[in-house]
């Protein structure tokens, strides 16, 4: 199981014929598995890294730290879904420390976070407060480095 | 000068069979290298990071002749956790050079001239001009496909004369794949007992082995006192570039083997040293990911050879598939050669090896997944154009 989302992990268009053959079961075994695995929602979703830059589109992200407070009965997981259903949220994630939501935000400008921010999530009754960090370039996205693979340096034949 | 200049010894060695492919290769474009013997992925950040680290730190000088103590107690944590293997960092191990060093040292520190050592072939290309360089004359042994290119005891026995004094094992084995399960080592350490003989085995491959019946050598009960035990960091750590391996036996030979070290090599470079300990005491999740990822690839390549119709052995260990090219009529060289020129393709020829070795190609699967299947769809039509 754990090699076959290994695989996946890495490149999620492998083939079940290939992945059978990498990991000795028959290709029904491996359909069977991956079908099990997706219902379990072990596999979430099957998605693209793009770097929209070298598409060609203009994209800007913003890393938001958030201060809210806690509401009786729910915590932090109500008002968490409150921001999270809007799509601008690219990430959402609970924080131990000095801040307690970090909001990860995707947009075509920064005029247009800055909109966001101000028209949508700063006004919540729960938040607090809000601070925003720009990101300038993007180095390595969900462990995929983006640019500067290494090169091969061998030499061609060696014993 | 009328003398002749070089010595005999080194005359007699012939060069490298693969010179002229490195030629060839310079001067074409978009070859697929199945010919390279060492991993494709760069050595894990820990270990490179731990590298500079040290260099900025000013661990720039010599260090003792066998090696950083630090490094020498971290090998034999290492081999004693993971195999059960006991050496003494104080007396039982040599940090060298590389098991290149490594090797040279061992048939120096044992070889008198006119030894015999038994080299199983095909096998790994310094064997033969290193025991020739020791002043020893190699004794070939060869293995066979049905055997799963294991060497047998009665092979060796065959062999064996008052002179012999070495066998020389190398399991996970370069360039067939092949390993040795346990009755066959118990086997060979029987004839090594009654004949009174040394094994060096060159076990640089052994963390790479993709089943569980990896074996050392001197695991073998009685066998330590008569084995040299070789490992190195090049390929399981994917480190070949800082030239740094081991070796480990009984103080009196590990004494013998520095003394030559001391005076030819002096000590294997510190920042390499320094990099190895991050090597072995953390780089181990990395190593496993990497082997992980030359056993999918194992599986693509075996598969894809044989659905081109090469046979193929299913190597157990190390990054190398060796199938059979017999049913292209082609010798080793000259598939190696026709398949480089019309194909831009570049694997080894199997003669390469030894004798024995004829009538295969080596391919090595430390390649990306992507050029592995490449590489096979211009073998396919490259296959059906010979095959008869
Ligand atoms: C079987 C075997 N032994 C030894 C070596 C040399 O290793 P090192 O880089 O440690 O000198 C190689 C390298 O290809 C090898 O395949």
Known sequence: ?159 | MSKPLISKIVESVPPSGIRRFFDIILSMEGVISLGVGEPDFATPWTIRETGIYSLEQGYTTYTSNQGLLKLREAISNHLYHTYGLNYDPMEEILITVGVSEALDLALRAIINPGDEVIIPEPSYVSYKPCTLFSGGIPVVVPTYLKDGFKVTSSEIEKVVTDRTKVILLSYPNNPTGATMDREGLLEIAEVAKRHDLVVISDEIYGQLTYDDTYTPFPSIPNMKERTIFLDGFSKAYAMTGWRIGFACSIPEVIRAMTKIHQYTTLCASIIAQKAAIEAITKGNDRMYEMKNEYNRRRQLIVNGLREIGLPCFEPKGAFYAFPSIENTRLSSSEFAERLLLEEKVAVVPGEVFGRCGEGYIRCSYAVEQQLIEEALTRMDRFVKRYRK
């Open chain 1, 1 to 159: 199981m754990k090699e076959i989302l290994k695989i996946l992990e890495q490149d999620a268009k492998v083939s079940p014929e290939k992945i059978a053959t990498m990991v000795g079961l028959s290709v029904e075994e491996v359909k069977e598995k991956i079908s099990e695995l997706e219902k379990k929602k072990a596999i979430i979703k099957y998605r693209t890294v793009v770097d929209w830059e070298k598409a060609g589109e203009e994209v800007v992200y913003a890393f938001i730290e958030v201060k809210v407070t806690p509401e009786r009965d729910h915590g932090f997981d109500a008002v968490a879904s409150r921001i999270y259903r809007f799509p601008e949220v690219h990430s959402l994630y609970l924080m131990a420390g000095d801040y307690d939501l970090s909001v990860v935000i995707e947009g075509k400008s920064m005029k247009e976070i800055a909109y966001f921010v101000a028209e949508k999530l700063a006004p919540l009754e729960q938040v607090q407060s809000t601070a925003t960090h720009f990101v300038l370039k993007r180095y390595k996205v969900d462990g995929v480095i983006l640019e500067g693979k290494e090169e091969d340096r061998r030499l061609p034949i060696t014993p």
